[in-house]
């Protein structure tokens, strides 16, 4: 079992920055992968990146290439999101995933989920 914890999110203007935390325990940090999805209201749940178990390959979609970066600190056992220029289209509840066996961007396949931090970007 392993549990995941978002934390990090607020209300933020537009082309401001801010960072999630997602904080893993209950196995090994190296042997989970981690992913970032986002919701916002009405519409589908939307891949945002992705690390893979030693933070060998990272994963990003595209509309937050170039903006977000995702990285892990194998000391804290934290995977952390840190957005910069964030815009009002990025407003949205941001979920943590964490999987013992996929790194990629279908969410069906993450086994454990935190429960989820809001973002608002205001314009």
């Known amino acids: 079992q392993v549990h995941v914890v978002e934390s990090g999110g607020g209300l933020v203007q537009a082309g401001g920055s801010l960072r999630l935390s997602c904080a893993t325990s209950g196995r090994a940090f190296s042997t989970i992968a981690v992913g970032w999805f986002r919701q916002a209201p009405g519409q589908e749940r939307e891949f945002v990146a992705s690390?893979?178990?030693?933070?060998?390959?990272?994963y990003y979609g595209d509309s937050v290439k170039g903006r977000f970066t995702i990285s892990r600190d194998n000391a804290q056992h934290t995977v952390y999101l840190q957005m910069n220029s964030l815009r009002p289209e990025d407003t949205a509840v941001y979920y943590c995933?964490?999987?013992?066996?996929?790194?990629?961007?279908?969410?069906?396949?993450?086994?454990?989920w935190g429960q989820g931090t809001q973002v608002t970007v205001s314009s």
């Open positions: 690390n893979s178990w030693r933070g060998t390959n990272t």
């Open positions: 995933a964490a999987s013992t066996w996929y790194s990629g961007e279908d969410s069906h396949e993450y086994e454990y």
